[in-house]
């Protein structure tokens, strides 16, 4: 099994509608991570987290809100969906250590 | 701000030619540089990590430098394979962010043509 998954995998929605990904990993990492990836631009991050009680903006905050159930599990939401928030969303982990490890995507399309 | 930016965009080249993958960042305060490839539909796939402290790195057929006072760095693939068609990311690791947060480049689009 995979160390970090995502679901859904792919998602289509409506403008207004409120949608939740989610993000489980079994790597024991404290610290979790989501980040957006647009055609070009790389991926921004939108919000980590170090532990369950902590949690932290990143560059691309305004529109989500995310929750940390357990060490294990990531959750990002979008209270009310909007196009421009169509992209591919990633969950990463990792510990103290340098580098993250990567969950395989969730494709949102918000029509 | 820390910027990263990868130039090009895309490449094409013919299979055994020699990879050279560009990426620069505006604020040579960092803790390290990895190099990641992405394959349509999954995640990110690290390829190469290095830390500020060292100049370059090497698997297989992989090849990173690290110029950390120009703001460079630079991913050699060696005697190129269709299988290597993927994108290739670049991120730092800014010692003003707190917590091996990533800045990202926007990638660089390889094909390799058999």
Not at chain 2, 29 to 49: E, V
Not at chain 2, 77 to 95: E, F, H, K, M
Request: overall charge positive; some cysteine.
């Amino acid at each position: 099994d995979a160390d970090v998954t995502q679901t859904p995998r792919n998602r289509i929605t409506k403008t207004g509608k409120r949608i939740m990904l989610e993000c489980s990993q079994t790597k024991g990492h404290d610290r979790m991570y989501w980040y957006r990836q647009d055609p070009g631009l790389g991926l921004r991050l939108i919000y980590y987290s170090f532990d369950v009680k902590d949690i932290n903006k990143g560059e691309i905050s305004d529109g989500y809100s995310v929750s940390r159930q357990a060490q294990a599990k990531f959750s990002l939401s979008l209270e009310s969906a909007i196009p421009n928030q169509t992209a591919l969303y990633f969950c990463a982990t990792s510990d103290l250590s340098p580098g993250q490890a990567f969950g395989p995507g969730t494709r949102l399309t918000v029509l | 701000k820390q910027e990263v930016t990868q130039i090009p965009a895309a490449l094409s080249v013919p299979e055994g030619e020699n990879l050279v993958l560009n990426c620069s960042f505006t604020d040579s305060a960092i803790y390290n540089l990895q190099w990641f490839r992405q394959d349509p539909g999954k995640g990110l796939t690290s390829l190469l990590l290095i830390q500020s402290s060292q100049r370059e790195q090497t698997s297989g057929r992989l090849n990173a430098s690290l110029d950390k006072s120009s703001g460079r760095s630079t991913l050699y693939i060696a005697a190129s394979q269709p299988g290597d068609s993927a994108t290739y990311l670049c991120a730092v690791n800014p010692i003003k962010a707190a917590g091996n947060k990533l800045t990202f480049g926007g990638g660089t689009r390889v094909l390799v043509k058999p």
